[in-house]
C-alpha cells in the first residue's frame, strides 16, 4: 500500500514520499515543525491508511524513556512487603507496561507514535535507541523478553525545541513540515469544511497571513488556529462584508480570539490596528 | 554517482555518513519510489538531511551533483539580493530607479533580473558576459518596459524550475545571518547552552526507587535542572551595525532567566578603561573596566559583539581612540579581559568573507586568540561550543 494522504488529510509530494519510506522500509519517521502544522494527525491518518491499530505515547518533560518499557513499582512492593499483603510473591504485580511494550506486543501491527519528544531531556531519546533499533527489550526483574514479530511503524513528532542526537538521527526518515502556503492551506481546509464558501477562504486567509506577519508575536497563529476561527466564522454566520470591511475603524477581525490566544498578542495586535486606523485617518 | 553526492554533501558540512548511504541504496533497491526525478530528491533529503537548516544547502549540492543527470541543467548560483539591487544600480540612472519604485514593482523586477541572470549563468556560452559590459545598459534597448524586462537578450530555452532549485529552505539556513525569522531558533540553541554543564544533583526519587530495589542505599544523581552559566557581554554601540548588535542583545536579553548571571556592558569600536550600562547616559556614567575584571570571578564567560572595523590605531595605540584620549591601548584592555577571563568569545555581525580585508578585524581576531564567530546560527552554535569548552 501506499500512503497518498486520506480524505481528511492534505499531504504534500515530499510528505508522502517520506512515509512511505518510513512505513517500507521500518525505520522511524521524525517529523518536525511548527505546532499545528499536524504532525500528531499525521500519525493518525497513516494508521487510518494503514488500517493498523495507533498507540500514542504522549511525552512530558518528565517522562523517562524506561516509562516506555515498563515501570517497576518497588516501593509499592516494598510496602506490601511490610503490610504482609500476598501480592508481593509476585513480581509481575508490580510491573506497568509501557507504549513501547504495547507496540511490540499488539496482536496487528501498529503504529506507534511517539509525540512531542523534544519535550523530554536531552537523553531521552538517546536511552531508546536500542529497543527502537532491535524493537526488542528485556525485563531485567522477570528475566522474560518482549520482542516484536513485526517491526511497527514508527512516527516521532518534534516541535523543535531541542536537537536530537546524531546517533538517534541517523536511524530516522525526517520531514520538516514547511509551513503551508496558500494553495496548500486552501486544499486543508476544503478538506475540513468541503463546500465552504471560497470567497470567504479567501478573505480569511489574507487576514491569517497578514496576521502570521505582524513581527514579534509570541504565537503565531497556525493551521488550527485558522481551522478554529473559519469554525467560529461559520457558526457565527458572520456576513462576509465584516471581512472584506474596508472601514478602517473596524480593522480588527472579528472572533480574532480563535487567531490569537496570547494576550501579550492581543494586546499587541490591537496596538497596531490602532496604529493603522490613526494613520489612514 | 550516489558516493560522489555523499562526498558532496560532507564537503557542504551536511553530517551524512555510509550509514545513510545504504540507507538509499535499500530504498531504491526496495522500489519505495516512483522512478521521477522529484521523488528521488525527497527521498535523498528524508535520508541525508535531519535537520531543516541544511535543506537549503542539501538543495544547492544536489543541483550541482545531479546536473545534466536529472533532466535539465541545474543552476546552482545563489545571487545575493544585495548584489542585485548594485546590478540594478549600475544599470539604471537614478530617474529609472525611481521610476520603477514608483510602479511600485520593485520586487517583480528584482525577480526577473534575479531569473534573468540565472539563466544567463545556466548556458554554456555567454556565461556572466553583458555583467562586465559595463557601459551597454541591458535596459536601454527597446526601452523599459516593466513588465518585461530584457537584459542581456531572451534566454534561448524555457525550462520549468526543479523542486530542488526553487530554494524553499533558504530562510531555514543556519548560517544566514541573525534576523527576526532566525531568533527563536538562536534562543533555542542559547538555552541549551545555558543549561549544559551544570553540577549533578540528588535525584530523591530515584535514590528512593534504587534503594527499595536494591535494598541497601543506593544514591541517584541527575544534572541539576537550574543553570550556572554566568555572562558578562561587551556590546559595540554606536556604529553601523546598531541593528544587529541590538538583535543581538534582545536575543540574550530573551535569555536572562536561563543563566545565573548577565551583565550587559557597552562600548564604542575597542574597549577601553571603561564602558557604560546605559546609552542614553553613556558620558556621564562609566563603570571602570578594572572594576568588573575585579568584581566578576574568572567563572564568568565573556562574549563581545560587534564588528570590530576601525582604523587599527583605536586598538594599537594609546590615543587611538576616536572619541577621547586613551591611556593605555585597546590591545592592552583586550589582553586584559582575555587573560582574566579564559572562556571569552567575539560574535561579529559582519560577513566572515569580509574579515580578513580589515586590518582592524584581523587584530582583534588574533587578540581574540581567533575565538571570532560570525553572528549566524551556526557561529552562535560554535562560539557556546567554545565558551563551554573543558579547560
Ligand atoms: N495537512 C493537513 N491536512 C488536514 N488537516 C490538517 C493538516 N495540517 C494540520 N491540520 C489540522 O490542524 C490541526 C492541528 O494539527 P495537529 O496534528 O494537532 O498539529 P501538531 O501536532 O503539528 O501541533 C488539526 O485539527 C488538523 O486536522
Ligand atoms: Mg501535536
Redesign the pocket.
Given at each position: 500500500m501506499r500512503f497518498e494522504?486520506t480524505q481528511?488529510?492534505?499531504?504534500t509530494d515530499d510528505l508522502k514520499v517520506a512515509v512511505n519510506a518510513a512505513v517500507l522500509l521500518r525505520r522511524p519517521l521524525l517529523v518536525k515543525?511548527?505546532?499545528?502544522?499536524?504532525?500528531?494527525?499525521?500519525a493518525q491518518e497513516i494508521a487510518k491508511a494503514l488500517n493498523a491499530p495507533l498507540i500514542e505515547w504522549n511525552v512530558k518533560s518528565t517522562t523517562k524513556a524506561h516509562q516506555g518499557l515498563y515501570e517497576y513499582d518497588a516501593v509499592a512492593r516494598l510496602r506490601d512487603g511490610q503490610l504482609g499483603d500476598p501480592r508481593v510473591h509476585e513480581i509481575s504485580n508490580y510491573i506497568r507496561k509501557g507504549k513501547l511494550w504495547e507496540a511490540f506486543s499488539s496482536p496487528k501491527l501498529p503504529v506507534l507514535l511517539i509525540?512531542e519528544i523534544d519535550k523530554a531531556d536531552i537523553e531521552f531519546p538517546n536511552d531508546l535507541l536500542q529497543e527502537l533499533d532491535r524493537m526488542a527489550f528485556h525485563v531485567y526483574e522477570t528475566g522474560e523478553t518482549i520482542a516484536a514479530q513485526e517491526r511497527p511503524v514508527v512516527v516521532i513528532?518534534s516541535?523543535n525545541e531541542k536537537e536530537l542526537p546524531d546517533a538517534f538521527l541517523r536511524r530516522c526518515f525526517f520531514h520538516y513540515?514547511k509551513f503551508?502556503d496558500r494553495e496548500?492551506m486552501q486544499?486543508?481546509v476544503d478538506?475540513?469544511f468541503p463546500g465552504i464558501q471560497k470567497i470567504l477562504v479567501s478573505k480569511a486567509m489574507d487576514i491569517f497571513y497578514d496576521i502570521r506577519e505582524v513581527p514579534g508575536l509570541k504565537k503565531k497563529p497556525?493551521?488550527?488556529e485558522l481551522?478554529d476561527w473559519l469554525k467560529l466564522l461559520l457558526n457565527e454566520d458572520m456576513p462576509l462584508d465584516v471581512l472584506q470591511n474596508s472601514d478602517p475603524t473596524k480593522a480588527i477581525p472579528p472572533l480574532h480570539g480563535a487567531l490569537l490566544k496570547n494576550e501579550q498578542d492581543i494586546m499587541m495586535f490591537e496596538r497596531l490596528a490602532f496604529m493603522t486606523r490613526r494613520q489612514q485617518r | 554517482m550516489l558516493l560522489n553526492f555523499l562526498d558532496a554533501l560532507r564537503a557542504a558540512g551536511i553530517p551524512a555518513s555510509i550509514k545513510e548511504h545504504l540507507l538509499l541504496l535499500e530504498a531504491l533497491d526496495r522500489d519505495v519510489i516512483e522512478r521521477r526525478p522529484e521523488e528521488f530528491y525527497y527521498l535523498a533529503r528524508a535520508i541525508y538531511v535531519k535537520d531543516e537548516g541544511l535543506i537549503d544547502r542539501f538543495d544547492q549540492v544536489f543541483a550541482r551533483v545531479f546536473k545534466g543527470v536529472l533532466g535539465q541543467e541545474g543552476v546552482e548560483a545563489e545571487i545575493p539580493e544585495e548584489w542585485l539591487r548594485l546590478v540594478a544600480e549600475k544599470f539604471l540612472t537614478p530617474e529609472e530607479m525611481e521610476k520603477i519604485k514608483s510602479l511600485g514593482d520593485w520586487d517583480k523586477i528584482m525577480e526577473t533580473l534575479k531569473q534573468r541572470l540565472e539563466e544567463q549563468q545556466g548556458r554554456h556560452q555567454g556565461g556572466n558576459k553583458w555583467i562586465g559590459t559595463g557601459g551597454t545598459s541591458p535596459f536601454g534597448h527597446g526601452g523599459y518596459n516593466p513588465e518585461g524586462v530584457r537584459i542581456g537578450g531572451e534566454s534561448r530555452h524555457k525550462r520549468a524550475i526543479k523542486v530542488w532549485e526553487k530554494r524553499e529552505f533558504q530562510n531555514l539556513d543556519n548560517s544566514r545571518e541573525l534576523g527576526t525569522r532566525n531568533i527563536k531558533v538562536a534562543l533555542r540553541r542559547l538555552r541549551r547552552f545555558a543549561r549544559e554543564g551544570a553540577a549533578d544533583e540528588l535525584d530523591l526519587d530515584e535514590t528512593i526507587r534504587g534503594t527499595a530495589r536494591q535494598g541497601w542505599l543506593d544514591i541517584r544523581m541527575r544534572p541539576e535542572r537550574h543553570n550556572a552559566v554566568k555572562l558578562l557581554l561587551f556590546l559595540d554601540v554606536g556604529g553601523s551595525m546598531d541593528p544587529y548588535i541590538k538583535l543581538c542583545e534582545e536575543l540574550f536579553s530573551a535569555a536572562t532567566g536561563e543563566f545565573k548571571n548577565m551583565e550587559f556592558f557597552y562600548f564604542h569600536n575597542c574597549l577601553y578603561e571603561s564602558v557604560w550600562k546605559n546609552n542614553a547616559r553613556r558620558f556621564a556614567e562609566r563603570t571602570p573596566t578594572w572594576d568588573i575584571l575585579h568584581k566578576y570571578g574568572h567563572d564568568y564567560k565573556v562574549i563581545f559583539v560587534g564588528d570590530a572595523a576601525m582604523s587599527p590605531y583605536e586598538i594599537t595605540h594609546p590615543g587611538g581612540a576616536v572619541e577621547y584620549m586613551n591611556p593605555e591601548s585597546g590591545a592592552v584592555w583586550m589582553q586584559r579581559v582575555t587573560h582574566t577571563y579564559p572562556a571569552a568569545v567575539w560574535l561579529n555581525p559582519t560577513q566572515r568573507g569580509h574579515w580578513d580585508y580589515s586590518q582592524s578585524t584581523k587584530i582583534m581576531r588574533q587578540l581574540m586568540n581567533d575565538r571570532m564567530y560570525p553572528l549566524t546560527i551556526e557561529g552562535i552554535d560554535d562560539a557556546m561550543r567554545e565558551l563551554t569548552r573543558k579547560r
Open positions: 494522504g481528511d488529510y492534505v499531504a515543525g511548527e505546532p499545528g502544522t499536524g504532525k500528531t494527525v499525521l509525540d513528532t516541535n513540515i503551508p496548500t486544499a486543508i478538506v475540513h497556525s493551521t488550527s481551522l | -
